[in-house]
């Protein structure tokens, strides 16, 4: 598993779950999945997409001269493990004991 995975926002996570879902897929595509479920411009998507780019989370070929393939470089199974590890360490200082205790006190068992 790759150690430090870049932070992304929750805007870039949702542009990751569209490619994470199929890829390689146009920017066009991209902008397509998330009309349904985002107010967003296509420039917005864009943007995002460049973010990633910079970030080195995505990738992309170039299809023709006006189009580009992108794809993702790193797996979500990876990002949720981050994103877990670093709620625990936030939270619990990385412990999962004092979580488990928690959420079992919270759920009225």
Known sequence: MMKDLPKISEAEWEVMKIL???????????????????EWKPK???????????KKV???????????????????????QAETQSFLKRL????LKPLLVNFLQEQKL
């Open 20 to 38: 994470w879902s199929k890829s390689p897929q146009t920017a066009n595509e991209v902008i397509d999945a998330l009309e349904g479920q985002k």
């Open 44 to 54: 917005t998507v864009r943007t995002l997409i460049s973010r990633l780019l910079q």
């Open 58 to 80: 995505i990738s992309y070929h170039q299809e023709t001269s006006k189009t580009y393939l992108y794809y993702p470089l790193v797996s979500q199974d990876d990002y949720l």
């Open 92 to 95: 619990y200082g990385g412990a």
